[in-house]
């Protein structure tokens, strides 16, 4: 069964299997007790900056740098803060880089700089170490985000439950998908480039890890601080791979919530959900720092009473423009059960299209609406085609963005929009789903809940039940049975190579290394040539 890690006494971290801290140790001749102290602060520091097959993703766009703020490290770490930080970066073997900048990315601390591991040390392969209770009541107390991440694993604990009550595993065919998909990509590689064929590699060696990692039961579900998301080696699958997860020998269905996102954004501009303090669908509920931030600053007026009678149906209406209204309005009160892509497509474009230059449009579209909701590049947002097309359909709503990220800020605004959606999809719908079947596995990956086939209709029923009563429209819903096909979809090919193809030299390969793995580099090449010889033999 799998391994579930739900600490109240202590806490689990991940340490690189790269470094010798024992060793390390050792060499500064200190007493046995003080050298237990060492190791266990410099493992602690290492799994703040180890980048991981699992969260690889989380610091990217900082070049997997980890921001460290060195204030609240001190007071965890205590008086050897420095000299730990000094090992760890010595000039003949460094096991830990700095970027060196204390403003590389929006939102965080002035006093915080980035660190990763070295590339030598930058494996990917980790092992579990327990910090005593002692130093994991420390961590909390100084890093409030680790705190609100058990919280909310406790919290979410009859979803944790699901990998311990049921037996997942994967379908040895996965590998013949794996192998096709590798197969076809090294093929696209330009003059045997050798930085593209790393990354080609690294991707498949981290999908093997990740099957690996179903194999083995490890799929350490928690939920994270920050936005409320359940994470797992499952819910960090590509779409390409789920189809082939089985749970006690039987495949899994998704009910998925469409354009759930600027679904959910049509209430959150309601003033209610600003104002209202009752529990419920609203900010104080779902983000209450945020909420106490905007009434501190005088943002926001609570409001007990179920209406705003008077006044605009939005936050902030009072700097909007008649037509803009209009158009928030309008969005407020879209059919979301149709396909809210192809709308705005149709309202954007004026010139008839066919049907296939609409599923072109419409995908390139559909693609950049995260950019549109939280991008706070102004050049990007001024310029980009998608989102010069979403202001000319609703202009008022593209202006309470841009709003949004100015006083809400970019980040905040993000996880409160995820926050949303763990609220109403894990918060609600699962939990009355299980509830109701106690003995039916459930699981989840952000705006999609996985389960069988016949119990697909009533977790839709309860989904828009749910969406109704606390958004006020109904949602659009998709059931999709499981993709087994062992040849890949060619779009999702064309996708990941749009990726590798941009990564052709040197400098291009330093911006994106923190997140390539010569572990997964060896595991993926290993495979590929493995099953080409296979292939060859049988031919």
């Known amino acids: ?20 801290v024992k060793a390390m140790v050792a060499g500064l001749n200190v007493s046995p007790t003080k050298a237990k102290g060492f190791e266990m602060r410099i493992n602690y520091f290492l799994s703040q900056v180890m980048t991981t097959n699992e969260n690889w993703k989380l610091n990217k766009e900082n070049n997997f740098y980890r921001n460290i703020c060195s204030e609240k490290m001190k007071q965890i770490i205590g008086d050897d803060y420095y ?9 003949f073997d460094p096991i830990v880089e700095c970027d060196e900048s204390y403003s590389n990315i929006d939102g965080i601390e002035p006093k915080c700089k980035g660190y990763r591991l070295t590339s030598r040390y930058n494996t990917g392969n980790y092992i579990y170490r327990q910090l005593p209770a002692k130093f994991a009541t420390k961590v909390l107390k100084y890093l409030p985000e680790d705190a609100e991440s058990l919280k909310m694993t406790k919290h979410y604990s009859f979803l944790i439950e699901q990998y311990q009550k049921h037996q997942m595993s994967i379908n040895s065919s996965v590998y013949e998908y794996i192998s096709n998909f590798g197969k076809v990509l090294v093929q696209r590689v330009e003059n045997e480039n050798s930085y593209q064929k790393q990354l080609i590699y690294n991707l498949i060696g981290r999908w093997l890890f990740d099957v690996q990692k179903i194999k083995d039961g490890d799929f350490n579900p928690k939920v994270a601080g920050s936005n409320h998301r359940l994470n797992s080696v499952f819910t960090n699958l590509p779409k390409g791979l789920r189809g082939f997860v089985e749970c006690n020998g039987k495949s899994f269905y998704s009910v998925d919530v469409s354009a759930s996102q600027p679904y959910i954004l049509s209430k959150v501009l309601d003033v ?15 983000f209450g720092d945020v909420f106490y931030k905007l009434q501190n600053n005088g943002l926001i007026r609570p409001n007990i009473l179920s209406s705003c009678s008077g006044r605009y149906p939005f936050m902030w209406g009072e700097f ?3 037509n803009e209204v209009k158009s928030i309005i309008e969005f407020q009160g879209l059919p979301f059960s149709k396909d809210f892509y192809r709308y705005v497509i149709s309202e954007g474009i004026s010139n008839p299209l066919t049907d296939d230059d609409l599923l072109i449009k419409r995908k390139e579209f559909k693609d950049k609406m995260m950019y549109i909701l939280f991008s706070d590049k102004k050049g990007f947002r001024r310029f980009d085609d998608q989102i010069k ?12 963005i841009e709003l949004s990220h100015q006083v809400i800020g970019k980040s905040d605004f993000s996880l409160l929009m995820q926050r949303c959606e763990s609220w109403l999809l894990l918060n609600n719908v699962s939990r009355e789903f299980l509830n109701l079947n106690p003995e039916i596995p459930l699981f989840s990956i952000h705006d999609g809940l996985f389960t069988f086939k016949e119990y697909t209709q009533d977790l839709a029923g309860l989904i828009q039940k749910t969406c109704c009563e606390y958004i006020g429209v109904e949602p659009g819903l998709k059931i999709e049975p499981p993709k087994t096909e062992i040849f890949p979809n060619m779009q999702e090919v064309e996708d990941e190579w749009l990726v590798i193809k941009r990564i052709n030299s040197k400098e291009q390969f330093e911006k994106i290394k923190g997140g390539v793995f010569m572990a997964n580099i060896e595991r993926g090449k290993g495979f590929i040539e493995s099953y080409n010889s296979q292939f060859r033999v049988a031919a």
């Open 83 to 91: 000299k730990i930080l000094g090992l760890l970066t010595n000039k």
């Open 272 to 286: 209610l959900f600003f104002e209202s303090i009752g529990y419920g669908f609203n900010l104080c509920t779902i």
């Open 1 to 20: 069964m799998t391994q579930v890690i739900i600490k109240t006494k202590s806490m689990t971290i991940v340490i690189p299997t790269s470094v010798d």
């Open 320 to 322: 909007f423009f008649p």
């Open 389 to 400: 097309m979403f202001t000319k359909v609703f202009c008022g709503v593209n202006k309470w």
